[in-house]
């Protein structure tokens, strides 16, 4: 009886949900379809085109409309992003494997490692700089910003990897040992395969947050800009669809990842399952 | 014979709270052990100290005359088979038995052709022919034991630790696997300690029996012997065959203040005085009949019987509230009619219990 009422009540608040989750992202869709290079960022569509796709790729002849400052940016997120990924998920698994054991001070070290997402990045980022100045060291997205993100996205991968160990059956790390192969073999050949669903997992939320990571950056990256900082410093002199046209190509890119991600993690769900039924018999 | 493994008082301890204390045994080469006690009994931590997964707060493990207590569990040698099999769950079957051959640091075994007729070799004698390439999420929970099994004893270590290794099998297959470990250890010769919580497996399987009570040694005999004559009230509880009654002795008789059985027979010393008579040595009669010259017994309630196939259990209520058992068996005492809530006399031969104090 109160199913009748509850579901529609829930269905129009998903629908309202998705609405504003995706709404911007259509409509800034539907405006880098818009005509070039003369049509605006705003409605109405004056004509359908692709023009702006050909002018992020520099196909279009000159115009008056600047190519975007953007792709030094774009390679250096992108590099940033893929080192922060790795070693954050080293850090994050190796941490994880450290607190399988209670060691003396393990509660306070695990707030501590924790704090490094929970504090404001602003500050965080200024304080960086500060101390990098004062002891004389060059701010650069490699270095300084670098170790910001490290500190960032670190204890995600570790809280993921927490999760995953917690519910780790060790009994096979023993069979091993008492097989007669070492620790390091048997975190490779034994333990590592069953945790890599989880390890995929760290390495996603890694690389996504560092990615667009904004406020820690704009303080410690210094001179050269990562993507997030370059794509707001064009918001200060004039917008053209053509942001809106890397906007969509971007989050293509995005999705592509997810969907590289999806398939892994089946493949190692499948065997999980295994994990599972044999835990059940 | 040889002792493999010798333990000298090992004493273990989880936040102050004692696992195992003062323990001592030793184990010959060639021979099935198997190690009885409840839950909580401190077994699987012994277990797990000669493993080397855990490390003991005092006393040495001995192996092969070599004090094991400070080398790490892979480079001790000694096989272990767990309860819930833990088998390598992205492997397959082959794979799993390979594992240890290919990967251990030791003399690790790279010739496939080698690796492929030991692997062979051992999947035939537990019984795995044509599963070598299903993964162990496709076998049924039996194979899966032998798949386990066969993983600990294709490396050929000198000892191999059994924790409940049939605890997580229903009961007929459990009853089969019981003679296939006797059968594949004897085939090896390699020594097995086993632990349990059943008495009857550990009678059945073990050439002695390793009575663990409170995390300190009970009793370490033949079955034989363990079972007709344990040492302490204690260990008759454990074997989950005996009726037993505290008490005090009180001139020729052991008496708990509502029954008095007169003594024959020796007395096993011990701190708390009890008196023990197997469920089996106990007979039925109507009350009022006097007891011969030789016997001892008491006045119960009858309460209810358990049909066991072979056996009857009965129970009665002794007259001090104590639920009293009695097994019939079938084979030479046809089933009795008995009465619910009316009053039998329950019978033994004085000499045939066991006297502690």
């Keep these: 009886m109160q199913t009748t ?106 707030y501590l490692i924790v704090l490094g997402m929970m504090v404001p990045g602003v500050l965080v980022g200024l304080g960086l700089a500060l101390v990098a100045n004062i002891v004389g060291i060059d701010r650069t997205w490699w270095g300084t910003a670098f170790v910001l993100h490290v500190v960032y996205t670190f204890p995600f991968a570790f809280l993921v990897m927490l999760a995953i160990f917690n519910r780790f059956d060790s ?24 945790i890599f669903p989880g390890v995929l997992s760290a390495m996603l939320f890694a690389f996504t947050l560092s990615y667009d990571e904004f406020s820690r950056t704009l303080f410690a990256s210094g001179r050269d800009l990562t993507l997030p900082l370059a794509i707001y410093g064009t918001f200060s002199i004039e917008i053209h669809p053509n942001i809106f046209a890397f906007g969509v190509l971007t989050t293509l890119f995005s999705f592509s990842l997810l969907a590289v991600y999806a398939v892994l993690m089946t493949a190692s769900l499948r065997r999980a399952k295994r994990v599972a039924i044999q835990e059940d018999a | 014979m040889t002792d493999v493994l ?23 080469d060639n021979e099935y052990v198997s190690l009885l006690g409840p839950s909580g009994s401190g077994k699987t931590v012994l277990l797990r ?54 990967n251990r640091e030791r003399d690790p075994l790279t010739d496939e052709n080698v690796l492929r007729s030991k692997i062979m070799t051992m999947v035939d004698l537990v019984g795995l022919k044509g599963l070598e390439d299903r993964g162990v999420h496709q076998i049924s929970g039996g194979q899966r034991q032998r798949v386990a ?21 229903d009961a007929n297959l459990r009853t089969r696997m019981r003679g296939e470990l ?151 005492r046809a089933p009795q009619n008995l009465d619910a809530n009316s009053t039998y006399q329950l019978v033994w031969k004085a000499d045939e219990a066991l006297v502690y104090g």
Aim: glycine share 8%; aromatic share 12%; proline share 6%.
């Design chain 1, 5 to 110: 009422v509850i579901k529609p009540v829930l269905s129009v608040y998903t629908g309202l949900f998705l609405l504003f989750l995706y709404g911007p992202f259509v409509v800034l869709g539907i405006l880098s379809f818009q005509t070039g290079p003369n049509g605006g960022p705003q409605f109405p569509i004056i004509e359908w085109s692709t023009y702006w796709y050909q002018h992020v790729f520099g196909l279009t002849p000159p115009s008056r409309i600047a190519p975007l400052p953007i792709y030094e940016g774009l390679a250096r997120s992108l590099t940033l992003a893929f080192m922060t990924m790795i070693v954050s998920t080293v850090l994050g698994v190796m941490s994880a494997q450290a607190f399988r054991t209670k060691f003396k001070g393990s509660d306070a070290v695990f």
């Design chain 1, 171 to 194: 009994s096979v790390e023993e069979a091993a040992w008492s097989l007669g192969v070492s620790p390091i073999k048997t975190f490779r050949k034994v333990t590592f395969p069953l």
């Design chain 2, 6 to 28: 010798r333990i000298e008082g090992l004493s273990k301890s989880y936040s102050a709270k004692p696992a195992l204390f003062d323990v001592s045994l030793s184990v010959a």
């Design chain 2, 49 to 102: 100290l000669i493993a080397g997964f855990e490390q003991p707060d005092a006393g040495r493990i001995l192996f092969d005359g070599n004090d094991i207590a400070s080398v790490p569990a892979h480079e001790r040698g000694i096989g272990f088979v767990f309860q819930n099999f833990a088998l390598f769950p992205h492997l397959s079957v082959y794979d799993n038995i390979a594992f240890g051959l290919v």
């Design chain 2, 149 to 169: 099994l066969a993983r600990t004893l294709v490396s050929q270590p000198r000892i191999v630790l059994l924790d409940e290794p049939l605890g997580a099998l």
């Design chain 2, 182 to 332: 006797r059968r594949i250890r004897s085939q090896l010769g390699v020594t097995f300690l086993h632990v349990t919580g059943s008495e009857t497996e550990a009678l059945a399987m073990g050439d002695r029996i390793v009575v663990l009570d409170n995390g300190s040694v009970g009793q370490i005999d033949t079955p034989d012997a363990v079972y007709n004559r344990p040492i302490s009230p204690n260990v008759a509880r454990y074997l989950n065959c005996y009726n037993l009654f505290e008490g005090a002795i009180d001139g020729n008789a052991f008496s708990n203040g509502v029954h008095r059985f007169p003594l024959k027979g020796a007395l096993w010393p011990n701190s708390v005085p009890a008196y023990a008579i197997r469920q089996d040595l106990i007979t039925v009669r109507q009350s009022g009949v006097s007891l011969a010259d030789g016997e001892a017994g008491l006045t119960a309630t009858y309460l209810a019987s358990e049909y066991t196939g072979a056996a009857f259990m009965y129970f009665f209520k002794a007259a001090d509230g104590h639920i009293v058992e009695v097994e019939g068996h079938l084979s030479h």
